[in-house]
C-alpha cells in the first residue's frame, strides 16, 4: 500500500513538472511568436503608411529628430528615426533595415562594416554632398539621376559636430580661478600628452577603489597641489556606451586607442549624450564627454563646467562664451549611409531629404543647425561651388537661384 501511494506521488511529481516544462515552453514559444507578429505589424504598418525608417547615431538623435519634425511639416513624408548607434545605422543599411543610416565618425573608419567601407576607400567614390552644391531650379533631377546611376552604397558627410568636456563642480573645493586653469591643449585634433595623462588615469579604472580624487586630478592637470580642492570627493567619470561615434571620437583624440588602453569597468557607461548630461548634472565631481548639442546650454546649469579648450594662441571657453565654435577644434562628422537600388522612388526620396537637410538654403534647417551648435559640412565645399558656376560662366551658362 504505501508503495503504490509512493509511486502516485512520484507520478504526480513527474507529471507537474512535465507540465510546468511544458507551460514555460509554450509561454516562450507565445513570447517568440509575438515578437516576430510585431515586427511583422510595425513593418507592415510603416510601409502601408509610407515610413521610411532610419537610424543609427545616438548623437545625431537630436537634430535629426528636429529635421525630420520640420521636412514632415513641409512635405508631410513620414520618416522614423531609431537611435541604435553609429555601428548599427551602418549594419542595417546592408540589412535593408534602414533606407538611411548616420554615423558620428567617418564613413571609413574600421568599425564600419567591409561592404560599405571598401567602397567608399575607392579614391573614385565622392562625397555626395559634391553634387549636392551644383544644384539650381533647373538640374535636380539631372543630378539626381546621375547619382543613381551608381547603383552602390553613397554617403553624404552633413554636419561638423564637436566634443566637450563637461564636469560638475560641487563639492570639490575649486574656486572660479581654479576652473580657468582646467584647460587642454590640442593640436591636430589630439589633446596634448600631458592632459592624455591625466585623462587615462581618470578612465582606464577596473575598480572604483581606484578612482582618484580631485585635488589628484588638478595636480595631473596643473602641476598644482591645492590645499582646498578636496581630496575626498572622487573624480567619477561617464562614457557612452562601446560603439558610439562619441566614444570613439574620444578614444581617437585622447590617446587611449594610440595606446592600445581601453576604458576601464569603473567607468559610467550610457547609451546617450542626455543620459550623461543628466547623471553629471546631479552626480558631485563627476566628469565626463558629451555632444556640442547638449553642453549648448551649459551656462544655465550652476554646477556644471567645460574644460577650456587651447589651440596655439586661441581659446575656447564655453563657460563664458560660444561665439567662435565654427572653429572649435575637437570635432568629428556626422556622415548619412544610404544604398541607392532600382527602385527610383525610394531613391528619389532618400535624395531629396538629404540634400534638403545637408544642402539646401531652407532657413528653418539653418536654425536647427544654429540651434544646436552644429556646423554644416557644405561651408566648406564653398570652394567647389564656386568654381563649378565659374565653369558655368565660361560656358555662356546662366546662373540660377539656388534651390
Known amino acids: 500500500m504505501q508503495k503504490t501511494s509512493r509511486t502516485t506521488k512520484v507520478k504526480n511529481k513527474n507529471y507537474l513538472k512535465d507540465l510546468f516544462l511544458n507551460k514555460k515552453s509554450w509561454l516562450i514559444l507565445t513570447l517568440v511568436v509575438f515578437f516576430i507578429f510585431s ?29 525630420i519634425n520640420e521636412y514632415q511639416k513641409q512635405t508631410n513624408k513620414k520618416f522614423n528615426y531609431s537611435s541604435t548607434g553609429s555601428g548599427a545605422g551602418a549594419r542595417n543599411v546592408i540589412n535593408e533595415t534602414y533606407s538611411i543610416g548616420f554615423i558620428s565618425k567617418s564613413q571609413t573608419d574600421l568599425s564600419i562594416p567591409f561592404e560599405i567601407r571598401d567602397v567608399f576607400n575607392n579614391p573614385k567614390t ?33 554636419a561638423k559636430d564637436s566634443i566637450v568636456f563637461v564636469y560638475n563642480i560641487k563639492n570639490t573645493g575649486l574656486t572660479d580661478n581654479q576652473i580657468e586653469q582646467i584647460k587642454f591643449n590640442v593640436s591636430n585634433n589630439m589633446i596634448s600628452k600631458q592632459s592624455q595623462k591625466a585623462l587615462h588615469k581618470i ?41 558610439s561615434g562619441t566614444r570613439s571620437s574620444f578614444e581617437e583624440l585622447s590617446g587611449l586607442k ?69 572653429t572649435y577644434p575637437l570635432s568629428r ?9 532600382d527602385n527610383q522612388k525610394l531613391n528619389n526620396e532618400i535624395l531629396d531629404f538629404v540634400y534638403w537637410f545637408s544642402c539646401s538654403n531652407d532657413k528653418k534647417v539653418q536654425e536647427i543647425y544654429d540651434h544646436l551648435g552644429l556646423i554644416r559640412s557644405y561651408l566648406s565645399f564653398k570652394s567647389i561651388k564656386t568654381n563649378y558656376f565659374n565653369q558655368l560662366d565660361n560656358k555662356n551658362i546662366i546662373k540660377n537661384e539656388w534651390v
Open 126 to 158: 565622392k562625397d555626395d554632398l559634391e553634387e549636392f552644391i551644383k544644384i539650381n531650379k533647373d538640374n535636380k533631377k539631372e543630378i539626381f539621376t546621375k547619382l543613381q546611376n551608381n547603383k552602390t552604397y553613397h554617403y553624404t558627410s552633413f
Open 39 to 67: 515586427i511583422w505589424v510595425w513593418t507592415f504598418i510603416s510601409i502601408k503608411n509610407d515610413v521610411i525608417n532610419i537610424g543609427g547615431s545616438a548623437s545625431a538623435d537630436l537634430v535629426l529628430q528636429k529635421l
Open 203 to 243: 578612465y582606464t579604472n577596473n575598480n572604483q577603489s581606484d578612482l582618484i580624487s580631485w585635488k589628484e586630478f588638478y595636480k595631473l592637470l596643473t602641476n598644482k597641489d591645492e590645499n582646498n580642492i578636496s581630496d575626498k570627493v572622487k573624480v567619477r567619470t561617464y562614457s557612452t556606451n562601446s560603439g
Open 333 to 341: 562628422p556626422f556622415v548619412a549611409l544610404y544604398k541607392l537600388t
Open 258 to 326: 594610440k595606446e592600445n588602453k581601453k576604458i576601464g569597468q569603473a567607468v559610467n557607461e550610457y547609451n546617450s549624450n542626455g543620459a550623461i548630461f543628466t547623471q553629471l548634472n546631479v552626480s558631485d565631481g563627476s566628469f565626463g564627454f558629451v555632444s556640442m548639442q547638449y553642453a549648448q546650454d551649459l551656462k544655465k546649469f550652476p554646477n556644471l563646467r567645460s574644460v577650456i579648450i587651447k589651440q596655439d594662441n586661441q581659446e575656447w571657453n564655453l563657460n563664458k562664451s560660444d561665439d567662435n565654435l565654427l
